[in-house]
């Protein structure tokens, strides 16, 4: 959406792929990919596909830097001329009113990262691996405060894609099917007038995963205790905590202490971002959430492979809108 | 967009042009009349509730009827960041600076830069709006009320 995008006719030229009888570029940022697997899904149930390739691909850190990048839109002039023009800024916007909102210190930030750079150092994808520890989280500088660089994903050049296809299909591929039993997307009330307008957001300690929690569960007819582990969508550290709650994962204001706890380490409650996140394997817009999802489900999950992979929750999204999967290992 | 040469040119041209109020039909009267140092908000006349920014419609019942009505200025912090990296080169000389979103008593919440001591903030700090300048250009910010 930034002019960063490789558009569903180019990549079928690439490939030299034969005629889509399906095709979508959804102009969306890090609240698409759950919702791009959701449209593939609703393609292949009508007929209209047979299989999905569902991708994000993107030169983002040699290329347009998203992080810093201004774009057109009518609430721009209330933003850009104060100095309040990057991604970081507005998350952590975010971030500083859940923290006044539950009583969440940096630490509990602090929580977040250093999770998940766990998990990263034995991921080979991951491009931060170093151990990190709560004395060097605090000591790091500042970014936007609340934020220091250990908030905050890293720009990369990449891709990553799922290929979404009907279950009897799946059934006859090599890996162990990771079935769609669950989706949700919403654009509540308040959403503005573009993805950088949240003045009429009415508390921003919340996000879009709030709003669509309870048709996502009706949806898999599960509940938030059903669910293995998950895979939250995490830019900036706070949309961790945001998602968790979010989705009933964990109670309102809770989530930073259960990280602190453990519990979504390997051995945990529910392990969460499993691969390090977005925070330690790059910004492939959460597409690489939903592919994280899909491996350990599968079975496919590498050195972090959780014992316990049959159902996961997965989010895409920090702010007003969002998308939601649950996903389930076939026959399990 | 317009394509100019190469992605990292493209960046550059896109950070130089949204710097200034690239204002339009719906939100130019905001910026004119705070020129004129006046802070004015939208409010609609069928349900009677202010919002922001300036739009055609009414986000609260739809109706494309409604009128600047001037506000006072005050209000409490509802959250706020401290800038330290400059992600917009512009700023690269007034880093560190806050930004905080105000809660005005008219009902709308606003963005602007802080002005005060950045040890000083606080959330629901009482403050005022004030009207500063940048290359000719009014903006808001705000001091402790
Ligand atoms: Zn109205």
Known sequence: MFGDSATAQGVSAGLGSPELSFAADLSFGGQAPCYAVTVAAMAVETGMAKNVLVYRALNGRSGIRIGSTG???????????IGFSAYPQYIAMWGRRYMIETGTGYEGLGQVAIAQRKYAQTN???VRRNPLTMEDYLRAQFVVDPFRSHDCTSEVDGACAVLVTSLDRARDLQHTPAVIEGA??????GSGLDIADFFNWEDWS????????DRLWQSAQMKPEDVDFAEIYDCFSPVVLMGLEGLGLVGRGEAADFIAAGETGPNGKLPTNTHGGLLCEGYLHGMNTVAEAVLQVQGRGGENQLEKH??????????????????????? | MTEVGTVQETTEQLQKVYVEPETDLDTRWWFEALEQDRLEIPRCNACGRTFFPPQPDCPHCGAQDWRPIPAGGRGRIYSWVVCYLPFDPRFAEEVPYAILAVELEEGVRLFGRWKGDLDAIRADLRVQALVYRVDGHALLGWEAA
Do not use: E, I, K
């Open chain 1, 71 to 81: 774009f057109r839109s009518p609430t721009a002039p209330f933003r850009y001329p």
């Open chain 1, 124 to 126: 080979p994808r991951a």
């Open chain 1, 184 to 189: 949700a997307w919403s654009t509540p009330t």
């Open chain 1, 206 to 213: 919340v996000n879009s995963h709030t709003y669509h929690r």
């Open chain 1, 310 to 332: 049959d159902r996961c929750a997965v989010t895409s999204g920090a702010l007003m809108d969002g998308s939601a999967l649950v996903l389930q290992r076939d026959a399990a």
